[in-house]
């Protein structure tokens, strides 16, 4: 492996509790020749105390603008809005090659800075399959928060806990009714979470896929209490659910979870809201007759901070440690250079590639 300087960044979301690299895998790469500085981070699940113990360099929270021209920042949600010019190779989830609000502005500033964007939902093996994911605990959350909402135990506003915690909070008490509840998407890894947090509360998910997709059908869909959409499309197919489906007074549907969160996406298969919600006000009403309530927030993972830091971590190191200009990074340069294209962004001299 070439000589690579990591510098792991401070989260500007408030509620951002994860980190793409946790200290025990941290060690790792500072033992197997990698320079590591860690910012310090008042809310990352992991304190700065145990990456130093791990040998890396420590460094002020948002100090990564001044950091050498070599290092390449690693971090996981969005950046903040200054500098107008980004010069680094930064490796993060970008979400701004699909058309989303935003993204030629940050593609605009990483052409203006000479910086390159490795986008963490690319990085990719050659069958396309992804290599380091939080798909897992998005969907056990998404899952688990409708339960609970459905229910009506939903306690807001939300604040990050254990799987302990959280399980013991979806067991069913005697006098919970029953509910049915489908899931979309139910054999990926967001799917595979949301069915194993159903079962955890009691309830047998009904699981769709592919083939009970290709040909929706609708009034089924309806029929269910509890809706988790795990599918995130790379191409356009017809949506699950429209307006004219809400309003429909036959539908049984009254609590909708999305997981994927596309919204804003002209690839979105729930264009059925506008704005994602939070963990302030998680739940917002789509429809007050029959009542549906939407959960949709983009950082699920965040309130398992330490179990899904763990798992990512574990997969994103195997990449890390053969971080080279080829292979699944060099798929992820490639895919930056194409939404440039795609978006017309191609003034400025891409330097760090």
Not at 83 to 90: G, W
Not at 108 to 133: C, H, K, P, S
Not at 199 to 223: Q, S
Not at 274 to 297: C, F, G, M, Y
């Amino acid at each position: 492996m070439t000589e690579l300087h990591l510098w792991l960044r401070h989260e500007v979301r408030s509620t951002e509790r994860r980190t793409p690299l946790v200290p025990s895998d941290a060690r790792r790469l500072v033992e197997s020749g990698v320079t590591l500085t860690v910012e310090e981070s008042p809310q990352r699940i992991f304190p700065v105390e145990e990456y130093e113990a791990a040998g890396c360099r420590i460094a002020p929270a948002g100090s990564w603008v001044s950091a050498p021209s070599t290092a390449v920042v690693l971090g996981l949600k969005e950046l903040p809005e200054e500098p107008a010019e980004l010069t680094h190779r930064h490796i993060y989830f970008g979400h701004a090659y699909k058309g989303q609000p935003g993204a030629e502005a940050l593609l605009g500033r990483f052409a203006a800075g000479g910086g390159t964007l490795l986008d963490l939902e690319y990085l990719v093996d050659d069958n396309g399959r992804r290599l380091a994911a939080f798909g897992f605990w998005a969907g056990y959350l998404g899952a688990a928060l409708a339960v609970l909402q459905h229910r009506g135990r939903l306690v807001t506003p939300l604040t990050p806990s254990s799987k302990d915690e959280l399980d013991e909070a979806l067991r069913p008490d005697t006098g919970d009714e029953e509910f049915t509840a489908l899931v979309i998407g139910a054999l990926g890894r967001s799917g595979r979470g949301a069915r194993v947090a159903f079962g955890t509360a009691g309830v047998e998910a009904m699981p769709w896929d592919l083939d009970e997709t290709r040909e929706l059908d609708r009034p089924a869909l309806l029929a269910h209490d509890v809706l988790v959409n795990a599918v995130l499309a790379t191409t356009p197919i017809p949506p699950f659910l429209r307006d004219q489906d809400l309003d429909d007074p036959a539908r049984r549907l009254r609590t909708l979870c999305d997981v994927t969160v596309d919204v804003g996406s002209p690839l979105n298969v729930l264009p059925v809201y506008d704005r994602t919600t939070d963990w302030t006000e998680p739940v917002r009403r789509l429809r007050k007759e029959p009542p549906l309530d939407l959960i949709a927030i983009d950082n699920l993972p965040s309130l398992l901070p330490r179990e899904s830091s763990t798992d990512f971590s574990s997969a994103l190191l195997l990449q890390l440690l053969e971080f080279e200009t080829g292979g699944p990074w060099g798929r992820c340069r490639d895919r930056f250079h194409q939404a440039c294209r795609e978006l017309g962004v191609v003034e400025g001299e891409f330097r760090n590639v």
